[in-house]
């Protein structure tokens, strides 16, 4: 049933339902090169993109600026038309069928609204329920919800040039869900946003995804979303996967290290020990990086064996870091 949105996994069986098998997206760029002259240039923005995203699955999609992520997502609502390869949302062609695919999906750029900036929010929420014919008993029952949820009752009567970024943005993702969308595309959805605000956010995402198996493909610079969110990663560069996976696999992949603090009786010398380097010195505390996949216990036996030890603690490494490591190590390949 097409209009039937609501997912139950255990009705529906589990499949993939996002598909991409090869697909590319090549931009025609006009380049400025004098008074009256120009040059045509390709970007290849998307390039041989494979990939499964199974139903109700909540997956960061992530890499650096001009990696190919809103292409990506463009092509997944129908916006944009791939160059080459196939790519099937709910078995749907996006594509060819823009008007049928946008019942099923939601989607949220957090940097532009959909929503009307003039009219108070409840008006823009008016519009969709007669743009997408939503029944109104469901319409009604999805209001609410997003209403108690998102926290919007004291703003529905806002005009949206008047909200705050953070509450438009709850807005925006009201709005992507009063038709029930089996699918929801998030683009920056935390971008700007106060620390409450992202909390707010991510702890509506993940009660939408556990209670309704809604499939989130979610794109963030903000590292602490997918930490917070999603099992799985997949990282974009050049528009081409270089990673997909959990999230912890991408310290493997980024061959990164660990952190050693030690709190030492009294201001020593850097402390020198194999298969660790010191990296940092503050009176008697000092910073140690090691391999990440090395024995900690061994290498604080090491230490305390030979030099004064008060106190220590591991620090894990930090997902930004190995992350900027694979670019930089991508870039010099
Ligand atoms: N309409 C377009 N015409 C020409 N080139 C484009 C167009 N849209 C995107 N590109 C180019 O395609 C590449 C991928 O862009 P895209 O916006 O998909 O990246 P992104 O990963 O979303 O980046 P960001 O994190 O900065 O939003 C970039 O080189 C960009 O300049």
Same mark, same amino acid.
């Given at each position: ?65 001009? @990696?190919?992520?809103? %292409? +990506?997502?463009?092509?997944? !609502?129908?916006? $944009? #038309? ?5 790519? &099937? ?120 995804? @556990?209670?309704?198996? %809604? +499939?989130?493909?979610?794109? !963030?610079?903000? $590292? #602490? ?5 999603? &099992? ?102």
């Amino acid at each position: 049933m097409e209009t039937g949105l609501m997912t139950d996994p255990v009705r529906d069986p589990v499949g993939d339902f996002i598909e991409l098998d090869g697909v590319e997206k090549v931009f025609d760029v006009r380049k400025k090169t004098g008074f009256l002259r120009s040059e045509r240039r390709q970007v290849r923005a998307v390039d041989s993109l494979s990939f499964t995203v199974a139903r109700g699955e909540m997956v960061g999609y992530i890499g650096p600026n001009g @990696a190919g992520k809103s %292409t +990506t997502i463009k092509m997944l !609502t129908g916006i $944009l #038309t791939p160059s080459a390869g196939r790519l &099937r949302v709910a078995g749907i062609d996006p594509s060819r069928e823009r008007t049928r695919l946008a019942r099923r999906i939601g989607v949220v750029f957090g940097q532009r609204t959909t929503l009307w900036w003039d009219l108070p929010l409840i008006d823009s929420y008016r519009l969709m329920h007669r743009m997408y014919r939503i029944p109104d008993a469901r319409y009604r029952e999805n209001l609410d919800r997003c209403v108690e949820l998102l926290d919007l009752e004291a703003l529905l009567d806002v005009p949206v040039r008047q909200l705050s970024l953070g509450q438009r943005m709850r807005g925006d993702i009201g709005a992507a869900l009063l038709h029930d969308p089996e699918v929801l595309y998030l683009d920056e959805p935390t971008i700007g946003l106060d620390v409450i605000s992202k909390a707010k956010v991510r702890s509506f995402l993940r009660d939408l995804n @556990a209670e309704r198996g %809604t +499939t989130v493909l979610l794109t !963030t610079h903000d $590292l #602490t979303d997918i930490e917070q969110l999603c &099992r799985r990663v997949m990282v974009i560069d050049h528009g081409r996967l270089m990673y997909d996976g959990p999230l912890t696999g991408l310290h493997e992949v980024g061959e990164s290290e660990r952190t050693l603090v030690v709190d030492l009786e009294r201001e020593l010398p850097p402390i020198e020990v194999d298969s660790a380097r010191v990296v940092k010195v503050e009176g008697p505390r000092q910073w140690l990086a090691f391999p990440a996949a090395a024995s900690a216990a061994e290498l604080v036996a090491r230490i305390a064996a030979e030099f004064p030890l008060v106190d220590l603690s591991v620090r894990e490494p930090d997902i930004e870091a190995v992350i900027s490591r694979m670019y930089a190590e991508k870039a010099l390949s």
